[in-house]
């Protein structure tokens, strides 16, 4: 079992940018594959990025060219890399992990259904983008 917890929101101008960090602790973080999810009010938990054991990526349409996810096994830590932010970036920004391969989630739609079947979740951390 991991426990996660997620920092590095805020408040940002449309167009910054922020990294969000996710430390893990309670298992063998080199093992899990881990992403970034985010949810505003009123709607479902969606996938940002995603990355494997391998170190395989995998992004939402809505992240890709803007975000990268990095995991240092080493720091126990996934980041979330956010450039050129826009106000519907706005949401609460979730860290979820599983030890399954990253192949495994694609094939189940991990970005619509990961809130689903992914067993471990941080508390969030929420971003703010103005315009």
């Known amino acids: 079992q991991v426990q996660l917890v997620e920092s590095g929101g805020g408040s940002v101008q449309a167009g910054g940018s922020l990294r969000l960090s996710c430390v893990a602790s309670g298992d063998t973080f080199s093992a899990y594959s881990m992403a970034w999810f985010r949810q505003v009010p009123g709607k479902e938990r969606e996938g940002v990025a995603a990355?494997?054991?391998?170190?395989?990526?995998s992004y939402a349409d809505s992240a890709k060219g803007r975000f990268t996810i990095s995991k240092d096994n080493a720091k126990n830590t996934v980041y979330l890399q956010m450039n050129s932010l826009k106000p519907e970036d706005t949401a609460m920004y979730y860290c979820?992990?599983?030890?399954?391969?990253?192949?495994?989630?694609?094939?189940?739609?991990?970005?619509?259904?990961?809130?689903?079947?992914?067993?471990?979740w941080g508390q969030g951390t929420q971003v703010t983008v103005s315009s």
């Open positions: 990355v494997g054991s391998d170190g395989s990526t």
């Open positions: 979820a992990a599983d030890r399954a391969p990253l192949r495994s989630w694609d094939s189940m739609d991990w970005v619509q259904r990961g809130i689903y079947f992914l067993p471990y």
